[in-house]
């Protein structure tokens, strides 16, 4: 990866592109320390120390953030909008035939998906600014100050108005800049916005984590010892799941046309373990912090009042606490959802029938396979196989560093999660292979050679 980037880093048209891409990435971290008028940081940053913890909802979008949504700031919704605009479309566009026949029509199609995308996540982010601005409206500290500082009257229409218009000034500036990314830039927008906000979180947990060593080493020395070989560990599998694939072999039949002969070749279909990436661990995570949400405009009873506590506050409270990120039967269900969703965003996203179809019209075929159904059947095995392999490896990954930091009570290392380490090195792979890419296409000798 080193000797790549040192080899594009000597081109003087990728160089431009990776400067430009770092700017886009400065850009977005200094935006991220501007904060919204009419709010109180310190009641703010102390409601979320005490709320956003043990992989809630309020957490996750922290981290997607770099830490802004903590801070207030005006980048606070970060690329979230953008995230789950990008997946309602990718999910309407199997669901509605104008949506499908845009994706058909290949580069010019996918920038208006693009731009209806970035419409759709506007509306989110209006959606998302309104819903924050009541989190923060109800937000206060121990001695009853606010986090807005006015909640009535004419002025409070003013906050408010401020309040929502900052956030959704900054999601659609934060889109803006992904774009950028995408033109003029490496790698995809979005992926590098999201990349940078967890890498900057990063650094904070180290320095937890060795104040942690520091203040009482005998207690956790060797916990955080493990929990770093785990990481390591970790960055190592992901990267094996990245590079490994199931290669379909594809033998093309012989044909002549006029004195040239064509075909005879023998190739073969890659099909990647990962095929799906983070998106299922997206989804279940979306869908395991509703409970959490909840708890934002009614907390459960607790002690002596929960057992005075009628019938259904007893229920809300042992629903939330069902679902609570601490409980075991949280890891387990979120561990079956990111398989059932990994086979669900396959099959919408592979279709062997028509896979199928391609190979019998270009005169290729599987041996061993008659083309038509037979050839879709054994595609179709081969990606229920995949894709079964690769959603455990995502739920392993999602799973198992939620069960070993809540066993040893080591929960302030949000952006070292697997989730956020997924993240970071899939996207990492990416933007190499995009500068291989480049640099092939330019023949550089060195690095072919």
């Not at 995230?83 to 566009?93: E, G, R």
């Not at 890659?270 to 708890?295: N, R």
């Not at 592979?350 to 061993?368: D, F």
């Amino acid at each position: 990866m080193f000797k790549t980037l040192k080899t594009a880093w000597g081109i003087p048209e990728i160089r431009r592109k990776m400067l430009f891409t770092l700017f886009i990435i400065v850009i977005f971290r200094l935006g991220s320390a501007i904060t919204v008028p009419f709010l109180d940081q310190e009641v703010i940053r102390g409601w979320m120390a005490e709320n956003a913890t043990n992989g809630n909802f309020l957490e996750y979008l922290n981290i997607l953030s770099g830490g802004a949504l903590q801070k207030a700031t005006i980048f606070s919704l970060g690329v979230t909008p953008f995230i789950n605009a990008s997946i309602i479309i990718q999910l309407l566009t199997y669901a509605l035939p104008p949506l499908e026949r845009l994706q058909q029509e290949g580069e010019d199609g996918r920038k208006k998906l693009n731009q209806i995308s970035s419409f759709v996540a506007f509306g989110l982010a209006t959606l998302m600014s309104f819903a924050y601005y009541l989190t923060l409206k109800h937000m206060g500290d121990d001695g009853g100050k606010s986090a807005v500082k006015y909640t009535t009257g004419g002025q409070g229409v003013l906050a408010m108005f401020v309040i929502m218009l900052s956030f959704m000034a900054g999601a659609s500036l934060v889109i803006w800049l992904g774009n950028r990314i995408n033109e003029r830039g490496i790698g995809n927008g979005v992926s590098m916005i999201l990349f940078a906000g967890i890498v900057a979180r990063i650094p904070i947990d180290i320095g937890t984590l060795y104040t942690k060593m520091r203040t009482a080493p005998q207690q956790w020395f060797i916990i955080i010892v493990i929990y770093l070989l785990i990481f390591v560990a970790e960055i190592v599998l992901i990267v094996f799941f990245n590079e490994s694939e199931r290669r379909i072999p594809v033998q093309y039949a012989k044909r002549v046309v006029g004195r040239k002969q064509y075909g005879g070749q023998n190739t073969h279909i890659p099909i990647k373990v990962c095929l799906s990436g983070v998106m299922p661990i997206i989804f279940a995570m979306s869908f395991m912090s509703l409970p959490s949400l909840f708890t934002m405009f009614k907390k459960p009873l607790e002690g002596q009042a929960l057992i005075d506590g009628s019938f259904w506050e007893r229920f809300y409270a042992g629903f939330v606490a069902f679902f609570s990120t601490r409980s075991y039967a949280y890891a387990a269900i979120y561990f079956v959802l990111i398989i059932l969703f990994n086979y669900f965003y396959v099959a919408i996203s592979y279709n062997p029938v028509e896979m199928a179809n391609n190979l019998r019209q270009s005169n290729g075929g599987i041996p061993g396979i008659r083309p038509g159904k037979p050839t879709s059947d054994y595609i179709q095995r081969v990606l229920s196989k995949i894709s079964l392999v690769g959603a455990i490896f995502l739920g392993i990954v999602a799973v198992f560093p939620i069960i070993y930091l809540r066993l040893t009570n080591l929960t302030e290392v949000s952006s070292m999660g697997g989730t956020s380490i997924l993240i970071v090195v899939s996207v990492a792979i990416e933007t190499v292979r995009t500068l291989e890419s480049q640099l092939m296409m330019r023949h550089h000798k060195g690095f072919l050679g």
